[in-house]
């Protein structure tokens, strides 16, 4: 019982940089070559959360050395955070931070000014797709749609 003891007592420092560094390292240069931006938006609030975690141990290990359970609640939240199952760290950002935020109002100037006020019209999510719809079919498909909606409105 000396050594299975031993490895539960220590589980954070065997466990930990594996789930907590390694594993996010390889996700998030995974994420960097993929053509998606969900997987992006998974590692990246991971590193911000990670981070602000390692600055409140930083600022408050005074009082966490008190805890003995602290670098356990920390993995386990971290797991949280980093495992495909739960993909917490997305959670964290779809659920509590974009809702405080608003990010993403940035309209590319490449495009023309009709295109840019109803880029910034459209939610985050919509102005992903539409700047997809652009990328495969080009500005000019964007411009027809446009039209074809104002002559619409016109008739109703």
């Given at each position: 019982m000396g050594v299975l003891g031993a490895l539960a007592r220590n589980m954070d420092a065997l466990v930990g940089p594996g789930v907590m560094l390694l594993y996010p390292l390889y996700a998030s240069m995974r994420a960097i070559e993929s053509p998606s931006?969900?997987?992006?938006?998974?590692?990246?609030?991971?590193?911000?959360?990670y981070s602000?975690?390692?600055?409140?141990?930083?600022?408050c290990w005074k009082v966490l050395q008190w805890f003995?359970?602290?670098?356990?609640?920390?993995?386990?939240?971290?797991?949280?955070?980093?495992?495909?199952i739960?993909?917490?760290?997305?959670?964290?950002?779809?659920?509590?931070?974009?809702?405080?935020?608003?990010?993403?109002?940035?309209?590319?100037p490449y495009y023309n000014e009709r295109q840019r006020r109803v880029l910034q019209?459209?939610?985050?999510d919509a102005r992903?797709?539409?700047e997809r719809f652009i990328e495969t079919h080009g500005p000019d498909a964007l411009d027809k749609i446009i039209?074809?909606?104002?002559?619409e409105a016109k008739r109703t």
């Open positions: 931006s969900l997987d992006d938006q998974q590692w990246l609030t991971y590193w911000v959360l602000l975690i390692t600055l409140f141990e930083l600022s003995p359970l602290w670098p356990y609640m920390k993995l386990l939240f971290c797991c949280w955070l980093v495992l495909p739960f993909n917490g760290a997305a959670y964290i950002y779809e659920a509590h931070v974009r809702r405080y935020f608003k990010i993403g109002n940035y309209v590319n019209m459209m939610s985050l992903k797709s539409v039209r074809a909606a104002e002559e």
